[in-house]
């Protein structure tokens, strides 16, 4: 097939340069969405005269019938079509010939591919969103079953102070919290239509982009056409957000693999959500966690090859930024698979509580807490700080722990002290006696549950 350029040249494109050029095989996903562009361009175009209200009618009855096809698969992309766009066009003019050859009037390719990937991308991040919603939501149940489960909570992934279980995952349930935000805020800044651009510079027609606009569900039109051409930021944003969300997902991950392990077995994986070994038997591999935390790399990566791509770029269109698309929908893909892997291998895990209490009663995570006890009986904090230090390290050189030291032994390390030093520094008291605002305290724990959930009923 002829190109539609054809008239100003006098040789035929390259094989290989047709091949190379060509973004048929990946931007044939948005073709919906250039479907509905068009559509509501040439009710555009006849509402304000600029063509005919029958070839408004043909365009959008042919427009129709091509979804349908492509749908039932009918249809398919095997055509040497330079990309989606042109592919629609010279597919409506072979069914219902001129009036599909007048839907080209007032736009240019080059407002198409930024009005379908704003499109594309608002539908994908509705997905997103929901699932990130279910991974909060799973988390705040997960938070709630397990509000009396201490645990070790680390610092340099030393013993530190105990925490809630609760409380350690409800830390997670407030970054995909902001992930989402940030989602949403790139959603509402990127809906605005760059329709009606025209390859650069506006055009000469009386077209109504509002009208456009409003029937494409946008918010506003963007003002500045070649501004409408060029942007990308939308891309640029939500990447940033998706390599945040990555981000989280892949922290989240590494401590599943950490917990699942032989070593701290603070829980057990599903069967369904585990990999076993080719040749070591008794092997339960946390493979999901591993890979979304190696997939994190992936989108980190989409994020660095637009920027990088855009970077050089004079305005208005160039070639390059056909690039965005495969970084763009590399990145929504992986999102929404780690996504929908996570959540569920976080409901199906068990939680090891025993295993985490046993955990938590070793490593002196309550030296803290006996320091505080002093201070509150008059000594100040540095000097508490240095005599609980000692103590450490002379439990740890008579293999024994705080809570077993003898009373002898704390009277003479301290007059300060009294027989309600052992249930000060139980582990219990530790989590229970913690009322800062944010802390692992259940009431603390409890107001977090309650901020998610009103977050989740929003
Ligand atoms: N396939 C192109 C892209 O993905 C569409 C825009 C082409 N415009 C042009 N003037 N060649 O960016």
Do not use: N
């Given at each position: 097939m002829d190109k539609m350029w054809a008239g100003r040249f006098q040789e035929k494109l390259n094989e290989l340069a047709d091949d190379f050029n060509t973004s048929l095989p990946f931007d044939c996903r948005m073709y919906k969405q250039d479907i509905e562009g068009s559509m509501a361009h040439a009710r555009m175009l006849a509402s304000k005269g600029i063509i005919s209200v029958e070839d408004s009618k043909l365009i959008t009855e042919g427009l129709g019938e091509i979804l349908d096809d492509i749908v039932s698969g009918k249809l398919n992309f095997n055509t040497d079509a330079e990309d989606i766009h042109m592919f629609i066009e010279s597919e409506l003019t072979r069914r219902i010939g001129d009036a599909g050859k007048r839907l080209h009037t007032a736009r240019s390719r080059n407002d198409q591919v930024a009005l379908d990937i704003r499109m594309y991308l608002r539908d994908e991040n509705k997905e997103i969103l929901t699932l990130i919603r279910k991974l909060i939501e799973t988390l705040r149940d997960k938070a709630q079953d397990n509000t009396d489960a201490i645990m070790p909570g680390y610092t340099h992934l030393q013993r530190a102070q105990p925490v809630t279980f609760a409380h350690h995952i409800l830390a997670y349930a407030m970054m995909f919290k902001r992930d989402y935000e940030r989602i949403d805020d790139a959603l509402k800044r990127m809906n605005s239509c760059p329709i009606g651009s025209c390859a650069l510079a506006g055009t000469t027609y009386d077209t109504d982009r509002y009208m456009e606009a409003e029937l494409l569900g946008f918010d506003s039109v963007m003002l500045n056409s070649m501004d409408g051409v060029s942007d990308r930021d939308f891309c640029l944003e939500l990447l940033s957000a998706y390599s945040i969300l990555m981000m989280h997902l892949s922290r989240f991950s590494e401590e599943v693999v950490l917990w699942s392990s032989w070593e701290f077995k603070f829980i057990e994986l599903s069967d369904s959500f585990s990999t076993g070994s080719s040749i070591m038997p008794q092997k339960k591999n946390p493979d999901m966690a591993e890979l979304i935390r190696g997939k994190c790399g992936r989108v980190y990566g989409d994020l660095v090859a637009l920027l990088t791509t855009l970077k050089g770029l004079p305005l208005a269109y160039n070639k390059d930024m056909q690039e965005d698309k495969e970084a763009i929908f590399d990145a929504v893909d992986t999102v929404k698979m780690c996504l929908s892997v996570f959540e569920p291998m976080l409901m199906t895990a068990t939680v090891l509580k025993d295993n985490m209490l046993k955990a938590a009663q070793k490593g002196f995570i309550n030296a803290t807490d006996m320091a505080d006890y002093l201070v509150k009986k008059g000594m100040p904090f540095r000097t508490a700080y240095k005599l609980t230090g000692e103590t450490v390290a002379y439990c740890i050189e008579n293999k024994t722990v705080l809570e077993d030291l003898p009373f002898e032994k704390y009277k003479e390390l301290s007059p300060l002290f009294e027989e309600d030093i052992y249930n000060e520094i139980s582990l219990k008291t530790c989590v229970e006696k913690?009322?800062?605002?944010?802390?692992?305290?259940p009431e603390s724990v409890k107001m977090q549950i309650e901020y998610i959930t009103e977050f989740l009923d929003d």
């Open positions: 913690r009322i800062s605002v944010g802390s692992t305290g």
